[in-house]
């Protein structure tokens, strides 16, 4: 079965301070991870991939399959980025995504 | 662009009572999907359409919960009857195809709460 596990509900971090927000899945074939992020009053939305191994608004995250986790960081924290993250993953079918719980971000000036 | 519409944004129920959620997703998507959100976890599938056909239906409570997608464009959510366990946000997402089930686009919901 798959699964998404987001172990933190809540991350607090002060403006400048690096983020990582945990990620952990179960899967048994090749999965394709990905971040959303849904800002206050807004709708959800993609926010990076793992296949495109690009870094967005400073984000970026890594696939360990060795450790089934696909833990998203940033360096430096910007009290923008303060939003609800949630991890999903997608079987190789691409047939729908399963979401983590997801991880509120609070960045503090 | 608007982006995939939802209707209503919030609706109000007594428990027992009939309830509609309806959807119209970004023009061109032919993969339409509804999703359930309950509160403090991550959204939940609950059918998935590719235009008019639900090709994946198996997280749907089908005794109380229906679905179409006519002429494979818009899609209504049905609940008949509601209950207090159905309080959560409805959401409904498009995808240009299924091979594209990542680039989902989601609409901003629809809370229902059951009294």
């Known amino acids: 079965a798959q699964r998404v596990t987001q172990p933190e509900k809540l991350l607090s971090v002060f403006k400048g301070a690096p983020v990582e927000l945990k990620c952990n899945y179960s899967?048994?074939?090749?999965?394709?991870l990905f971040w959303y992020v849904q800002y206050s009053r807004q709708r959800l939305q993609l926010l990076l991939r793992?296949?495109s191994r690009e870094s967005i608004k400073g984000f970026t995250a890594d696939l360990n399959k060795g450790e089934t986790s696909f833990h998203l960081k940033k360096p430096f924290a910007q009290e923008e980025d303060s939003a609800m993250y949630y991890c999903a993953l997608s079987s190789e079918y691409g047939n729908k995504l399963v979401f983590g719980a997801g991880t509120i971000l609070r960045v503090k000036s | 662009e608007a982006g995939v519409v939802q209707s209503p944004r919030y609706k109000i129920i007594e428990k027992k009572q009939p309830v509609a959620f309806w959807c119209n997703p970004i023009?061109?998507?032919?993969?339409l999907y509804w999703y359930r959100q309950n509160l403090g976890q991550g959204p939940e599938l609950l059918i998935r359409?590719?235009?008019?056909?639900?090709?994946?239906d198996s997280q749907l409570p089908k005794d109380r919960f229906s679905a179409e997608r006519l002429k494979g464009v818009d899609s209504t959510l049905k609940i008949q009857p509601a209950e207090l366990g159905d309080s959560a946000v409805y959401l409904c997402?498009?995808?240009?195809?299924?091979?594209?089930?990542?680039?989902?686009?989601f609409g901003p919901g629809t809370r229902l709460t059951v009294l």
């Open positions: 793992h296949i």
């Open positions: 997402a498009s995808s240009p195809t299924f091979e594209e089930a990542d680039t989902q686009y």
């Open positions: 023009s061109g998507h032919n993969t």
């Open positions: 899967y048994s074939g090749s999965p394709e």
């Open positions: 359409y590719e235009n008019e056909e639900a090709v994946d």
